[in-house]
């Protein structure tokens, strides 16, 4: 997913987790939204305040839990974890590098929902210190002429809230968790990832539909703000699942070319003697007292900036030196220079217009 400007809250075995603006809108609605309901259930308007912030808060920090459970099992696998954002839509963990077999793929969607599982048990047998599982559930619910104690409100909304994530997280649709973990699945029966990757993506336009036309019809009856909510979920997620369906298609297009076969195989080169200083190292050897190194000593074609002549193009898209430099270096076996793949080589592959 792509990154978004943000402010960090914290670390948290390592990780970053930080939030983006629109966090900050869906804590005070969820904050004015959840007083409103305990003002009905609790005994004074400054007890409801309190136990919605507290609510609240716990909800996101469960959101919080929930991404950890995703990192903390990417770093296992070894995926480089960059961090965990909160935005509008929740959470995501960002991460770099591939996962290689169904059996990871499989235990990394899950960590998610295993931790909301947890989470909401968690709340549930605390909740019975204050209360019986039938109160629980009436409080839980939003049930009229209900009162309870703040401990019992605050606990049955948090087990409510982190069942509801856990059922929604498990629809087999992309981009949920549900979707990977059947993608996961399909991997491992078919031997396909890519068409197992387009199925649940298809699934999950399917499903963003439902969430907006669904969203649609609870606004046209008066609940705007649900409405209007479930309709932008369904929104953002057949987004996110027609651009998992377009990146499957062009996979496959690309998963018979090798890079050998786009690389230019006379690119320009630079006798190793040669004195000159890469741009971003220039003040660094100047200060060091290195005023000309030779070509030799200044380049860099270990990983990142090389990939092997043999490997395709997906592996090639995937690669930290393109995404930076625009360009890498074609070896062979042997650790040999055979050539250079340029964007511009990529695109001419894609059939795609060099501006693009």
Do not use: C
Not at 50 to 68: I, N, Q
Not at 190 to 213: E, H, M, P, S, Y
Not at 231 to 246: N, P, S, T
Not at 312 to 336: C, H, K, T, Y
């Amino acid at each position: 997913m792509q990154r978004r400007e943000n402010v960090q809250l914290a670390r948290v075995f390592g990780i970053r987790i930080g939030v983006e603006w629109s966090w900050f809108v869906v804590l005070f609605v969820v904050i004015y939204v959840l007083r409103q309901y305990f003002a009905q259930i609790l005994p004074s308007g400054s007890q409801a305040f309190t136990v919605a912030v507290l609510s609240t808060l716990l909800f996101f920090g469960s959101l919080v839990a929930h991404e950890l459970g995703h990192a903390l099992v990417a770093r296992r696998l070894g995926l480089q974890i960059d961090g965990i954002d909160l935005w509008l839509f929740g959470g995501f963990t960002r991460t770099r590098g591939d996962i290689s077999t169904p059996r990871a793929e499989f235990s990394l969607a899950a960590a998610g929902p295993a931790v909301t599982a947890a989470i909401s048990l968690l709340s549930v047998l605390i909740g019975l210190a204050f209360g019986s599982l039938q109160r629980i559930v009436q409080v839980a619910l939003f049930e009229q002429n209900v009162h309870a104690t703040a401990a019992l409100a605050l606990f049955s909304w948090l087990a409510l809230i982190n069942l509801f994530l856990l059922v929604f997280n498990l629809v087999p649709a992309f981009p949920l968790d549900g979707g990977r973990m059947a993608q996961a699945v399909a991997w491992h029966v078919t031997g396909d990832r890519n068409k197992a990757a387009r199925t649940t993506a298809r699934i999950g336009q399917v499903f963003g539909w439902i969430l907006i036309v669904g969203g649609v019809a609870i606004f046209l009856r008066g609940s705007f703000l649900d409405g209007a909510w479930l309709g932008l979920i369904g929104f953002y997620l057949e987004q996110v699942a027609r651009k998992a369906v377009a990146q499957t298609k062009i996979v496959d297009r690309l998963k018979d070319v090798k890079v050998a076969d786009i690389m230019d195989t006379q690119p320009l080169t630079i006798p190793g003697e040669t004195s000159l200083l890469r741009r971003e190292r220039v003040s660094q050897e100047l200060a060091g007292g290195r005023p000309a190194l030779t070509a030799a000593e200044v380049s860099d074609d270990a990983p990142p900036w090389r990939i092997d002549t043999t490997a395709n193009l997906e592996s090639l898209l995937g690669s930290e030196g393109l995404g930076a430099l625009g360009a890498v270096i074609a070896v062979d076996s042997d650790g040999i220079l055979r050539g250079v793949v340029t964007l511009q080589a990529i695109r001419t592959a894609l059939g795609a217009p060099a501006g693009v």
